[in-house]
């Protein structure tokens, strides 16, 4: 029996789907061309509404940074009919406003990272996404909305860079990306968004504040403690935030450009695609290329 397609899908840490009120609970093990998600996805139904949950570092946080199968993680979430991804995600602050245990809902994306695997394409069928938009402004929207409507602080707009990890930064490196103009800083948000975009999903990031980096100088340097000890006082905002998120997304009109990303992106000639290729990729490129 073909189940119904879930649309709305949450990636981040493993707590988010021990909130009351999911029923149905169900959890998918999916294996895709490019390997296997971070853990099974959990599915279930939150007020009324379909949700996927995945962690991404796998339960337990078992993966560094780099060895998320981002590519294998979005490609599952597509196969079940996900259209929208809301990103749970830690981040450091590069600026004296952006306070640890507040939100950044971010509109920018600057990619620092260095060996990981950024695209579905290649091996005869090349596609260039436009990405000077690497979040969706209506989801995010509805993300930001949530965060203050549950007593959070948010703040919207900012610029997110990506570096590779596992380790910190170092200071020089901190200031750096401070004199770029860089907002927040963390380690998994590339190439997550952009494989979101190459699949067509409407993609948000809730990015909690952790700490300052090691850029202040009167604050105390990163480490692994201060950001779990924020993460686990951000929990009950973040599940609250999710559940309103997914109501209001689930109520309102998708009339953003994301679904369409592939439209006038696909450039290698038609004929010189390879047809077995076309198949692995059908959950992507199937509606344009058959």
């Known amino acids: 029996m073909t189940q119904d397609p879930i649309r709305i899908a949450v990636i981040g840490g493993s707590g988010l789907y021990q909130m009351g009120g999911l029923n149905d609970v169900e959890e998918r093990r999916i294996s895709t061309p490019f390997g296997d998600p971070s853990d099974a996805i959990v599915t279930g139904t939150l007020d009324g509404v379909r949700v996927a949950f995945l962690a991404r570092h796998g339960r337990g946080h078992r993966l560094m940074p780099t060895e998320v199968n981002s590519r294998a993680n979005i490609f599952a979430l597509k196969t079940l009919g996900v259209e929208a991804v809301i990103s749970i995600s830690a981040c450091g602050s590069l600026r004296e406003h952006l306070h640890p245990g507040e939100v950044v809902v971010p509109d920018q994306l600057f990619d620092l990272t260095k060996r990981r695997e950024m695209s579905f394409f290649g091996n005869g069928l090349v596609v260039h996404t436009g990405v000077a938009e690497p979040f969706c402004g209506r989801l995010s929207t509805i993300v930001a909305d949530a965060v203050s409507d549950c007593g959070g602080t948010v703040h919207r707009g900012g610029r997110f860079i990506t570096i590779e990890g596992p380790r910190f930064s170092t ?27 190459e699949a067509e999903m409407c993609y948000a990031v809730m990015a909690h504040i952790t700490d300052f980096d090691v850029w202040h100088e009167t604050e105390d340097p990163v480490s692994v403690q201060m950001l779990l000890a924020t993460l686990a006082a951000n929990t009950t905002l973040a599940q609250e935030a999710v559940r309103k998120t ?13 679904g369409h990303a592939l439209e006038t992106a696909i450039i290698t000639q038609r004929d010189c695609i390879p047809p077995e290729l076309i198949d692995r990729l059908s959950p992507l490129v199937g509606r344009y290329l058959r």
């Open 171 to 197: 200071k020089g490196e901190s200031l750096t990306y401070r004199a770029w103009g860089m907002d927040i800083i963390g380690m998994t948000t590339s190439p997550e968004a952009f494989l979101a975009c």
């Open 246 to 258: 997914v109501a209001r997304l689930a109520a309102t009109p998708r009339d953003c450009e994301c």
